[in-house]
């Protein structure tokens, strides 16, 4: 009697946590029908690629992967490979693999992640490629999923982005704004707690405007999303991702001020620190207003941890505009900060401005700048020795198993060397007493 054995899939993935919990639904579905997850390529019978444009070096990137599976293909005709995410919505690349990658079986995007079965199903039948986007771009609820862990979740609230950055690509790859409805939130919420989850992280690329396309009897804001999901019992911190700082209200900062389950930390990303490059950048604040909110998020939840996004080199900034960027980092003494060259993104205004600074600039720049922001987080994390941190464990550190690693409220991650160590651990708070802060990470010693 012939055995069944089961067809086991590969999913790599790229980008922001976004595209990752994307890849958790992709998992859920690939598993409901079937599949099994395999860590290597060479075993799978299908090969999917959850992909990202925001930096144009990707896409050559991607190309490289796939010209890496080419032999693969070669040995089993049979397997299918797939490309998804936010590189498979661009036209151009779209253009590229169907002309050079006659290979690739398959484009998916991150709202037809529940077409899936369908799609493998057709290309198994048909024998031919799908490279076919549909055009609506409505949220599907109640995806199967497959976490990564049992102990903390990401939940997305809002998808899209309505803020047309002129350097962004994100905005043309993943359509206009849509709030989830917030009992579905809620329910999701509720279950994720029920399972014994701790940790949930509210997803959105402006997670601020999450309401705002409600019809005007229904509004609320990411505010009152927050109370309602402040009360779910189970749910130990809560945390979100990302805000901007044009949409950022006096009441949400009175929520977080609240405390309990919010954690205290903000990623509010600046970009950079000159009015003239904020305007060309299209983010509708000013260093001052940006200034203005620290000061509020301090006086208001003391001890907050304040990280964000920058990126050196858009066009026309000069070494002024740069020496501003440098200042408001100074100032703000950032915990920890995501620095970028600015990429020029087909598409996207700032792609075709005058006066593109030269990549020795963007890149002298850079390095200029991470050295500040090394500094000072470091600086910021040395002002926590000797202080008793309640962290939520995640597990052994990959570097050096013998220490765990855990969070702070505030984000940061701790190394120490557990007491009863196991993997019973993951997802419990202990006490530890900080002994040492460094730029990325602080050393801990667990006290009870
Ligand atoms: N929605 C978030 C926000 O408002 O900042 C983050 C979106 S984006 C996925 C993450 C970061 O990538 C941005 O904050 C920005 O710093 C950076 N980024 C986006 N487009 C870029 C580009 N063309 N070149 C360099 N960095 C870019
Ligand atoms: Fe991109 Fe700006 Fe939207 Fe963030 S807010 S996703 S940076 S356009
Ligand atoms: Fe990249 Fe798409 Fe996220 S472009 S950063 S994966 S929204």
Not at 161 to 183: A, K, L, M, W
Not at 304 to 332: K, M, N, R, S, Y
Not at 344 to 350: L, Q
Not at 376 to 394: C, P, S, Y
Request: charge should be negative; hydrophobic fraction near 40%; aromatic fraction near 8%.
């Amino acid at each position: 009697m012939a055995e069944c054995i089961a067809q086991k899939y590969y999913l790599t993935t790229f980008g922001c946590q976004m595209n990752f919990h994307d890849s958790e639904h992709a998992a859920g579905i690939l598993e409901k029908i079937g599949y099994r997850r395999t860590a290597t390529p060479e075993e799978a019978d299908i090969i999917l690629l959850n992909t990202c444009c925001v930096r144009e070096n990707a896409e050559n990137r991607l190309y490289g992967h796939l010209g890496n599976l080419k032999p693969l293909k070669d040995k089993n005709p049979e397997l299918i490979i797939g490309v998804g995410g936010c590189m498979a919505q661009l036209p151009s690349v779209q253009e590229k693999i169907r002309e050079s990658f006659p290979y690739i079986d398959l484009l998916f995007g991150a709202f037809n992640l529940h077409q899936l079965p369908e799609l493998i199903a057709r290309v198994k039948q048909t024998q031919s490629r799908i490279l076919e986007l549909p055009p609506e771009r409505e949220i599907q609820e109640d995806l199967p999923v497959v976490r990564e862990e049992s102990w903390r979740a990401w939940v997305t609230v809002i998808y899209g982005c309505n803020n047309f950055c002129s350097y962004c690509i994100v905005p043309y790859v993943r359509g206009r704004e849509q709030s989830r409805r917030p009992e579905k939130i809620i329910a999701e919420i509720e279950g994720l707690a029920g399972q014994g989850v701790k940790e949930v992280t509210l997803l959105g690329q402006n997670v601020n405007s999450y309401g705002l396309d409600f019809p005007a009897g229904e509004r609320i804001d990411f505010a009152d999303l927050l109370g309602m999901v402040s009360a779910v019992k189970g749910i130990r911190r809560i945390r979100f991702q990302t805000s901007h700082p044009k949409d950022l209200s006096d009441k949400l900062i009175r929520r977080m001020a609240e405390g309990g389950p919010i954690c205290e930390h903000l990623h509010l990303p600046v970009q950079a620190g000159s009015n003239r490059i904020l305007a060309a950048m299209n983010r509708k604040y000013t260093r001052e207003h940006y200034l203005s909110l620290v000061e509020k998020l301090r006086a208001a939840i003391p001890g907050i941890a304040l990280t964000t996004d920058l990126i050196v080199g858009f066009p026309g900034e000069e070494e002024e505009d740069f020496q501003d960027t440098l200042d408001l980092v100074e100032q703000v003494g950032f915990d920890a900060a995501f620095t970028f060259a600015f990429s020029p993104r087909v598409g996207t205004k700032a792609a075709t401005m005058e006066n593109q600074v030269p990549e020795e600039v963007k890149m002298d720049r850079l390095y200029r700048l991470i050295e500040v922001v090394n500094r000072l987080a470091k600086e910021a994390n040395q002002r926590l020795e000797g202080r008793i941190e309640t962290i939520l464990v995640e597990g052994p550190s990959e570097k050096n198993p013998e220490f765990y690693a855990g969070r702070t409220r505030s984000n940061k991650l701790v190394l120490f060397a557990p007491k009863h160590p196991g993997p019973e651990l993951a997802g419990v708070e202990v006490k530890v007493k900080i002994t040492k802060g460094l730029a990325y990470t602080l050393k801990g010693e667990e006290i009870e």
